[in-house]
């Protein structure tokens, strides 16, 4: 299953949260500003959304691919809602009646330090379980069933970092980034209120990310009407 998520600040802008959590961020956000002159906490309260503690997810989206390399198609699902707890609810619902039987691996762009992390930290603010696929703890390295197109193209090379964007169009594969970007999500939800636009992007995202998967094994890419979305 290929996999994207989206997360925004639990906050609109600095200025709402409560004293607490100002305080916290505060203390975050002065590890941020090393070296960075000219910026205050509340100016990058917006990157709150990349760290579990202070983002929340608005959308994630998932791609099962089916069939043999001739007769290959990508079915989509999203799970996006306001109400985070809902959201993980219906997804987790979802992955475990899907990883119930035979082996089955999850692959994300920078999973292994972002989406797979992220959802298992909000699933436990919110209280609630870990699927199996997901929860590493106790697991041995190659008991993981877990996949990372950035770490499978670094090739050992661990100082390395590439975008998908970048990735898509160094191979070729049709680039996601045709109409937001990660920077503008947060707007989007909040002032735009637009979580079908966010959705769209996200699922944008999966279909890349689903291409990059069959280049690196040497296979063709989907054509448009081999991507189904339920």
């Known amino acids: 299953m290929f996999l994207d998520i989206e997360t925004v600040p639990q906050q609109p802008g600095y200025e709402q949260l409560g004293d607490d959590w100002k305080a916290l961020w505060q203390t975050k956000a002065m590890i941020l500003l090393r070296n960075r002159e000219g910026e205050t906490p509340e100016s990058i309260y917006e990157r709150a959304g990349i760290y579990a503690e202070f983002g929340k997810i608005i959308c994630i989206s998932c791609g099962v691919m089916h069939g043999s390399e001739n007769s290959r198609k ?5 799970f ?3 109400d985070e707890k809902q959201l ?3 997804f987790c619902e979802m992955l ?3 990883g119930s039987n035979e082996p089955k691996y999850l692959c994300a762009h920078n999973g292994k330090e972002f989406d797979f992390p992220y959802i298992c930290r909000r699933l436990i603010i919110n209280g609630m379980p870990i699927p199996t696929i997901l929860n590493i703890a106790g697991k041995k390295p190659w008991e993981v069933s877990h996949l990372d197109t950035m770490e499978l193209w670094k090739f050992g090379d661990y100082k390395s970092y590439t975008s998908l964007n970048l ?3 160094s191979l070729g594969v049709p680039t996601p980034k045709d109409d937001i970007d990660g920077s503008m999500v947060a707007q989007v939800y909040y002032e ?3 979580l079908d636009r966010i959705v769209t992007y996200c699922q944008k995202d999966v279909i890349t990310l689903a291409q990059i998967f069959l280049r690196f094994n040497g296979e063709q890419l989907l054509p448009s009407e081999a991507i189904e979305i339920k």
């Open 96 to 98: 475990v009646k899907w």
């Open 80 to 82: 996006a809602d306001t």
């Open 88 to 90: 993980l609810s219906n």
């Open 192 to 194: 735009e209120k637009n």
């Open 74 to 78: 990508l079915v989509l699902k999203s």
């Open 167 to 169: 990735l898509a169009f």
